[in-house]
C-alpha cells in the first residue's frame, strides 16, 4: 500500500498559478502509475493527470491540457501537479493515488480502479 499526503492548494485568482505536491509513504517502489484526480461539489472525482513511474510518459484530460503540468521525482517519492492559467471550474479538491500493476489507460482514469486516498488540498479560483 501506498500513503498519500497532497499539499499546495489555495484561494486564487482567475490566471494565476498553483503548484500542488504529493508526498507517498509506503510501498512507494511498487506504484506503477501516479496520478491527480479532483472533486468539485456535487460531482463525480475526475482525471486530471497520471505519469508513469519513469516519468517517461504523462495523460491529461483535454481540459487542462497545456496549462498543467504533472511531474514526479522519485528519489523524494513526491508528485507534482503544475497549475497555470487556473479557471473557476478548475475548483476543486485534489488528491493524488497510484497504481500498483499495469493497467489499461481507461483504468488509469477511472477513480473507482484506486483503493488509497491521501485527504486532498481544496483549490479555489475566482473569477
Known amino acids: 500500500q501506498v500513503q498519500f499526503v497532497e499539499s499546495g492548494g489555495g484561494v486564487v485568482q482567475a490566471g494565476d498559478s498553483l503548484r500542488l505536491s504529493c508526498a507517498a509513504s509506503?510501498?512507494?517502489?511498487?506504484?506503477?502509475?501516479w496520478t491527480w484526480f479532483r472533486q468539485a461539489p456535487g460531482k463525480e472525482r475526475e482525471f486530471v493527470a497520471a505519469i508513469t513511474r519513469s516519468g517517461g510518459s504523462t495523460d491529461y484530460r483535454d481540459s487542462v491540457k497545456d496549462r498543467f503540468t504533472i511531474s514526479r521525482d522519485n528519489t523524494q517519492n513526491t508528485m507534482y501537479l503544475q497549475m497555470n492559467s487556473l479557471k473557476p471550474e478548475d475548483s476543486a479538491v485534489y488528491y493524488c493515488?497510484?497504481?500498483?500493476?499495469?493497467?489499461?489507460?481507461?483504468?488509469?482514469?477511472?477513480?473507482?480502479?484506486?483503493?488509497?486516498w491521501g485527504q486532498g488540498t481544496q483549490v479555489t479560483v475566482s473569477s
Open positions: 493515488a497510484a497504481t500498483m500493476t499495469p493497467i489499461t489507460r481507461t483504468a488509469v482514469k477511472n477513480w473507482k480502479t484506486y483503493g488509497s
Open positions: 509506503g510501498r512507494t517502489f511498487l506504484s506503477v502509475t
